[in-house]
């Protein structure tokens, strides 16, 4: 998820040191947490109470949260890991509002075309292949950030996992990929350095490795599902059934943790 984040000025050093405190504390048990901040604030209009009120508050930044399964999306677990998820919780909607649903800078993910975490390797003591690594995901983050829904490199160091392919390149990350329509998967070959990106790692002495085959035992899986000939580029794709795998757990999933106030009002209507 990419959660807008509003607070006004008389608390701000308060809630950069909260979010800072967010990050640190959560990002080593989750796959992804990591709060944006925006360097020009923006103003807003948001609901902020359950009642239906609105008022401008200023945009401060994004939460970004991904996780790997069901139970990491839960309160209780970030709770558990970090002290600054309760104080945030307790200061919503008093210094600090959020949320997914009516807030419109919110992007989540319901109906998911095909969703990856898939490991990265390279051999961090060739100082040489270890910098072309770096450079070439880098690159290529750059050029896919505004073409699909989410491709971003997630630096985690696990040098005792080697590569399946090269014994000498150990694993240090992974690339998260999520795509809503068929559309966006063309759009990664398509105007990009992908194709190039891909190929080297067929190069004759290449400097890094990733893939889906044969990569399982490392934390490779996918979620796949047939076209619908209707479908288009503004009707997202249905939700698909995992593929059996060993490393199903290991699947990425989005999950609404953040509520809107507005959510329950919602509910009451439609019941």
């Not at 309160?75 to 104080?87: A, G, I, L, R």
């Not at 998911?112 to 292949?129: G, L, N, Q, R, T």
């Amino acid at each position: 998820m990419k959660i807008p984040v509003y607070w006004d000025d008389a608390h701000h050093e308060e809630n950069i040191e909260l979010m800072n405190n967010l990050s640190t504390e959560l990002s080593e048990s989750l796959l992804f947490y990591k709060f944006e901040q925006l360097s020009s604030p923006e103003v807003d209009e948001i609901p902020i109470d359950r009642e239906g009120s609105k008022a401008e508050k200023q945009l401060r930044g994004f939460l970004h949260e991904f996780y790997r399964n069901e139970d990491e999306s839960k309160p209780q677990f970030k709770e558990e890991k970090s002290p600054s998820f309760e104080k945030l919780l307790s200061q919503r909607g008093k210094t600090i509002w959020f949320g997914a649903f009516e807030f419109d800078k919110s992007k989540t993910i319901k109906n998911v075309w095909k969703a990856m975490v898939i490991p990265f390797f390279y051999d961090s003591d060739d100082k040489e292949k270890s910098s072309k690594a770096q450079d070439a995901i880098g690159t290529l983050e750059k050029e896919l950030k505004d073409k699909v829904t989410l491709w971003k490199y997630i630096p985690k160091k696990e040098t005792k996992t080697t590569c399946p392919k090269s014994s000498s390149m150990q694993k240090q990350g992974s690339i998260i990929e999520v795509y809503a329509t068929e559309s966006e998967m063309k759009a990664k070959a398509g105007g990009t350095g992908f194709k190039r990106f891909q190929g080297a790692r067929f190069d004759e002495d290449p400097s890094y490795q990733f893939g889906m085959g044969g990569f399982e035992k490392v934390g490779a899986a996918q979620f796949t599902v047939e076209e619908p000939p209707q479908a288009t580029e503004e009707t997202p794709l249905l939700q698909p059934e995992p593929e059996a795998s060993s490393a199903q757990e290991q699947v990425f999933s989005i999950r609404s943790l953040f509520r809107c106030p507005c959510a329950g009002r919602d509910r009451q209507k439609k019941e």
